[in-house]
Nanobody, 116 residues
Framework: QVQLVESGGGLVQAGGSLRLSCAVS????????MGWYRQAPGQQRELVAI???????NYADSVKGRFTISRDSAKKWVSLQMNSLKPEDTAVYYC??????????WGKGTRVTVSS
């Protein structure tokens, strides 16, 4: 099993920045992708950013140019740098990891609130 623990959420004003981090432990050898999802009040959970073992990265259109995902080669950390934050970025952000069997693992989430 894989355990994911997020940190770094909080309250910021529009235009500000925040950095989220995720610590990964357990059976990490088979992981082939790591990323971040978010769920805003009254909305479905959506992909924010994902990074694959070959370092290919995909971002949601709504965050392109503002957010940056990164990880370490040992697959023990994945971070999300969020700049130029908007009120619509307010959500619970979840760390995600996927293994070679296409099984997804999830953290418990960290809250991000952006005030106008």
């Amino acid at each position: 099993q894989v355990q994911l623990v997020e940190s770094g959420g909080g309250l910021v004003q529009a235009g500000g920045s925040l950095r989220l981090s995720c610590a990964v432990s357990g059976s990490i050898n088979e992981l082939n992708a790591m990323g971040w999802y978010r769920q805003a009040p009254g909305q479905q959970r959506e992909l924010v950013a994902i990074i694959y073992i070959g370092s290919m990265i995909n971002y949601a259109d709504s965050v392109k140019g503002r957010f940056t995902i990164s990880r370490d080669s040992a697959k023990k950390w994945v971070s999300l740098q969020m700049n130029s934050l908007k009120p619509e970025d307010t959500a619970v952000y979840y760390c995600n990891a996927r293994d070679s069997s296409m099984i997804n693992y999830w953290g418990k989430g960290t809250r991000v609130t952006v005030s106008s």
